[in-house]
Structure formats: C-alpha cells, structure tokens
C-alpha cells in the first residue's frame, strides 16, 4: 500500500534555531518526492521537488534531502523564523500510466519568539 | 500574473442541497487536481482533469460528486445532496503539465454542511 509517514507530528522551536523534518514513504512506482509549506487556512505552497537521482535541494533557508534506498526524505530548515510556522507536507508522486500524489498528514512547526 | 483563484472561500449547505466548488487555474496550465482535507488530516486526491476531460477520478467517490473543466471557464466540482460528512476544506491546484511539474494550490473552499 502507497503510504508517506512524517514526524513528529508537531513541533515547537525557538527563533533562530534549525529544525529538520522526517518524511517516510512506501510508494512504488515513485517518481518525485515534493515539500510543501502550508500555512493556517491557505492552500500549500511548493519548496522543493527531487526526482529519484537528486539527493539533495534547496530553497533559500530550507533544505531537503533525498534517500531513495531508504526511501527517507528530510526537510531542514536553518535558522528559523516566526513565519516559518506552518504545516509542512511531504507528498509522493506514484507513476503508474498517470501521475498520482501521495500526501503525508504534514508536521506542525510552531516557532516561538 | 495571478495564481489560483478558488471561490467562494467559504460555502454553508443545508443537508440535501447542492454544493458548487470554483477553481480557475493559473493562466497557461491546463491540467487540474482536486484535493479533500479533513481537518488534522492529510489532503487526499480526488480527481485530476485536463481541458474537457476527466484523466483520474479514483479518488472521487462515485455518487453525489461530480467533477467537470469545461473548454472555457472554471473547473467546477459539484457535491450533489451534501451530508455532514462533506463538511472540510476543497482544495484546487493546477500545472502546466503532470510528471515533474509543480502543482501550484488555490487558498481552498471551506464547506461546513448544517
């Protein structure tokens, strides 16, 4: 069964401190491995996409990592700020005649002042 | 050069009445995905269309909803007869093609059913 697992389910952290996110996943055929950042009552909005062959990416302060042997996908982001809190998603991309998106139930960051 | 644009933002049902969902994709991007999130869930898939076709609706359940992208206009999902159980957060995004594209994301239509 397709399956994307993140932890923790949330998260406090203080401004100015680097945190990193966990995303697991069962997929198979898998085709990309996307993160995407959710704010409070708005639509996600896209960090990164890596393919199989990518094992790292970045985008400014936030960095993601790629095990595709492990299927384990990490989400760091340094130095944190107050506008960073937000549900951070991680979502699977299955290709199988048509593409389908497997969506983790996300990590809640909360950062404190 | 505007995103997304879904509407209404929020839309309150009685049970038994019709929901109409909006979703006008960004410009240039002709495939559309429709999302469900429950709250403290995850988004779940429901159905993916491109310009007048339906390419993957196994996410959709297949009485009372319906989905269409007309040639000209919004993608419109429609909820027929609404339940408490429809009651969360419609979410659409669109891209410009499927496989590795990004998939850019509207702000949702939150339904509360009463």
């Known amino acids: 069964k397709n399956q994307v697992e993140q932890s923790p389910q949330s998260l406090i952290i203080l401004e100015g401190k680097n945190c990193t996110l966990q995303?697991?996943?069962?997929?198979?055929?898998?085709?990309?491995l996307r993160w995407y950042k959710q704010d409070t009552g708005r639509g996600p909005v896209s960090l990164t996409i890596?393919?199989?062959?990518?094992n790292t990416k970045s985008n400014g302060r936030y960095t993601a990592t790629l095990d595709a042997d492990t299927k384990q996908s990490s989400l760091h982001i340094t130095a944190s700020q107050l506008s960073d809190s937000a549900s951070y998603i991680c979502v699977v991309s299955v290709s199988s005649g048509t593409y389908k998106y497997i969506f983790g139930t996300g990590t809640r960051l909360k950062v404190l002042a | 050069n505007a995103g997304v644009m879904q509407n209404p933002r929020h839309l309150v049902r009685r049970r038994g009445q019709e929901a109409r969902l909006r979703c006008s994709p960004m410009k240039g991007h002709s495939h559309v995905y429709w999302y469900r999130q429950l709250p403290e869930e995850g988004l779940k898939f429901m159905v993916y269309?491109?310009?007048?076709?339906?390419?993957?609706e196994s996410g959709m359940p297949k009485e009372r909803f319906s989905a269409e992208f007309p040639k000209e206009g919004p993608s419109i999902l429609r909820i027929q007869q609404v339940v408490r159980g429809d009651s969360a957060a419609y979410f659409c995004?669109?891209?410009?093609?499927?496989?590795?594209?990004?998939?850019?994301f509207g702000d949702g239509t939150r339904l509360s059913i009463l």
């Open positions: 995004a669109s891209s410009p093609g499927d496989g590795n594209q990004p998939q850019h």
């Open positions: 995303c697991n996943y069962t997929v198979s055929p898998f085709s990309n």
């Open positions: 890596m393919t199989f062959s990518e």
């Open positions: 269309l491109q310009k007048e076709n339906i390419i993957d």
